[in-house]
């Protein structure tokens, strides 16, 4: 069964600081990793990540993919009170058409 | 440009009540619908998915079913609701081999 498991669960840090947040997974044959960030409603979509090594990079936001070691992380510097979200994986496995398998969540706090 | 709309917003129905929730599409044809569920501050999970009118996937055996009647139309119904039906629950949409889902803004359901 595929699966996703993100770390932290939640997260609280102060305007300014840097936050790495992780998502490992395990799924047969991979194919890409989204990012997405979830305010009050609907998620947005962050970033795809598809190869190994290449930083995908947004402002302050940016994230990586380690194929090898099955896991993403996004980063976020000098984070803002706007940054508070839910922050949200999930992996298409190679054989399931469109479909995503989600994380569940990391619930990141930016205090002023 | 591509739009997508839920409603209700919210609902509060008994256990045992029917339940009807739609998600319109607009400014796309023939896209790939789906239907998640987000337990309170997590991970979405999906439970429907449909690449076509009339073709829809399940992804988790429940009381709640889907339908797509028309292109751009998806519907998530139940007979009988049961209180662990309460969640926060999201449509999505995304094209062909693309895999970016576009999310709609959710509709809040509380079984009592």
């Known amino acids: 069964e595929d699966k996703v498991v993100q770390s932290p669960l939640s997260l609280v840090v102060h305007e300014g600081d840097t936050v790495t947040l992780n998502c490992s997974y395990e799924?047969?044959?991979?194919?890409?990793l989204l990012w997405y960030k979830q305010e009050k409603k609907a998620p947005t979509f962050l970033f795809m990540l598809?190869?190994?090594?290449i930083e995908k990079k947004s402002g302050r936001l940016s994230s990586i993919l380690d194929k090898k070691e099955l896991f993403s992380i996004l980063n976020i510097t000098a984070t803002q009170t706007g940054d508070s979200a839910i922050y949200l994986c999930?992996?298409?496995?190679?054989?399931?058409?469109?479909?995503?398998?989600f994380g569940g969540g990391t619930r990141l706090m930016v205090k002023p | 440009s591509q739009t997508i709309h839920q409603w209700p917003a919210t609902l509060v129905q008994p256990v045992g009540s029917p339940l009807s929730l739609e998600c319109t599409v607009e400014?796309?044809?023939?896209?790939?619908l789906y239907w998640y569920r987000q337990a309170a501050g997590r991970g979405l999970q999906l439970l429907f998915y449909?690449?076509?009118?009339?073709?829809i996937s399940s992804e988790v055996p429940q009381n709640l079913s889907a339908s797509r009647p028309q292109d751009r139309q998806f519907i998530l119904s139940s007979k009988k609701l049961l209180l662990s039906d309460s969640g926060f629950y999201l449509c999505?949409?995304?094209?062909?081999?693309?895999?970016?889902?576009?999310f709609g803004p959710g509709t809040r359901l509380t079984v009592t």
């Open positions: 999505a949409w995304g094209r062909g081999r693309s895999y970016e889902q576009y």
């Open positions: 799924v047969t044959n991979f194919r890409s």
């Open positions: 598809t190869s190994s090594g």
């Open positions: 999930a992996v298409i496995p190679d054989n399931a058409g469109n479909m995503l398998t």
């Open positions: 400014g796309t044809s023939n896209p790939n």
């Open positions: 449909s690449v076509g009118i009339g073709q």
